[in-house]
């Protein structure tokens, strides 16, 4: 192993052993060879060791973890990559999810760019002056976004200001520097272009962030019924643009979803932003309550998996606004690691059904 990747391996056990032994000198031998059994019995490494709490955990609990890696070859034998096309592009998307009846987001303009073909029936976005046009018709801003973006990268916010508007990131600007943001990004993604959504009165009520709180829905299909997985609930914080968790690198929190009633569950986050050091937070005012528009979040995800027949796992990210629930992505080959946070256990028997049926 390279000296660089050696230091860098043994600074992230370090920092799992400190997380995880909450700084306590005594715990810290049982906490080192716990995560040398979790690695070598198990091939748990420091990350998941400490994003999962596996300190805490009986060692026969572990290997139920399922771990996402890059080329992950189980979605290969769930979803065959030829069938995710309709998912990974978001202009194919929103076309497919219009063509089935399915509520979703709906698009105001495209920005051109690399993967923009055959976008003629979306308006062209071309100057500073078409995002005044669209801030006037929609006084909520607009959310801006890749094609071909993934976990919120490349996407942000026009909020509507006096004098222009207010970029997320940036704070005030004039509307040239909004079309300059766009154009920059459209040199890497054609970039669509959204109205900003707003959850439902009563999520309100337990957010103080402009960002849009999310449902993420795993459905798959057991022959021909389509069936829930599980579902969790993201809750964007602070100015965060998404609700995207990223080991708890976003400063975002997570919740379980009961999945009758859509109850939300213990509401956990990370303490830290460079490292998971996961924690549950009782006082948290969405704790306990129900999501409305369940029932007709838990319709609209099983028909959207009923619709892309060929596709046997589907990760949505479902929106719940005052008019109802609306597909905001879907995802072929959704990570693990947030139903296996939020549900505080591993998902691998979940994931042998998949496979069975697959």
């Known amino acids: 192993m390279p000296l660089a990747r050696l230091r860098r391996t043994l600074r992230r056990y370090a920092r799992a052993a400190h997380t995880c032994a909450e700084g306590r000198p005594s715990r810290y031998p049982g906490v080192v060879l716990r995560m040398g059994a979790a690695r070598w019995g198990d091939g748990l490494g420091p990350l998941p060791f400490s994003l999962f709490r596996l300190h805490r955990k009986p060692r026969a609990a572990w290997r139920?973890?399922?771990?996402?890696?890059?080329?992950?070859?189980?979605y290969d034998a769930i979803n065959p990559r030829a069938a995710r096309a309709p998912l990974d592009d978001k202009l194919a998307?929103?076309?497919?999810?219009?063509?089935?009846?399915?509520?979703?987001?709906?698009?105001?303009?495209?920005?051109?760019?690399?993967?923009s073909e055959g976008a003629g029936d979306v308006p062209a976005l071309d100057s500073s002056a078409g995002i005044a046009r669209l801030l006037a018709a929609h006084p909520q801003g607009l959310f801006v976004k890749p094609v071909a973006g993934s976990h919120g990268e490349g996407a942000f916010r026009v909020l509507p200001a006096a004098h222009g508007c207010v970029l997320s990131g940036e704070g005030p600007a004039p509307l040239s520097r909004a079309w300059e943001r766009c154009a920059a990004g459209a040199r890497a993604h054609a970039l669509l272009v959204q109205p900003r959504l707003v959850n439902a009165a009563s999520m309100r009520a337990w957010e103080s962030t402009p960002g849009f709180s999310t449902v993420r829905a795993m459905t798959w299909r057991d022959g021909?019924?389509?069936?829930?997985?599980?579902?969790?609930?993201?809750?964007?914080?602070?100015?965060?643009?998404?609700?995207?968790?990223l080991q708890g690198r976003a400063g975002n929190l997570v919740a379980p979803l009961e999945g009758a009633s859509g109850t939300i569950g213990p509401v956990r986050g990370s303490r830290s932003r460079d490292w998971p050091d996961i924690v549950e937070l009782p006082q948290h005012p969405a704790g306990g309550t129900r999501l409305p528009w369940w029932p007709e979040l838990l319709d609209l995800v099983l028909r959207g998996q009923r619709a892309f027949a060929d596709l046997r796992l589907i990760g949505w990210d479902v929106g719940i606004t005052d008019e109802g629930p609306l597909l905001v992505e879907g995802n072929a080959a959704p990570d693990w690691d947030l139903p296996q946070l939020a549900f505080d256990r591993g998902f691998r028997r979940d994931l042998a059904l998949v496979l069975a049926a697959a």
């Open 64 to 74: 139920d973890y399922v771990r996402d890696t890059p080329g992950n070859e189980l």
């Open 93 to 115: 998307f929103a076309r497919a999810c219009r063509d089935h009846g399915l509520a979703t987001v709906p698009l105001l303009a495209i920005v051109h760019g690399p993967g």
């Open 224 to 245: 021909a019924t389509p069936r829930l997985l599980a579902a969790c609930l993201r809750i964007a914080t602070g100015d965060s643009v998404a609700d995207n968790f």
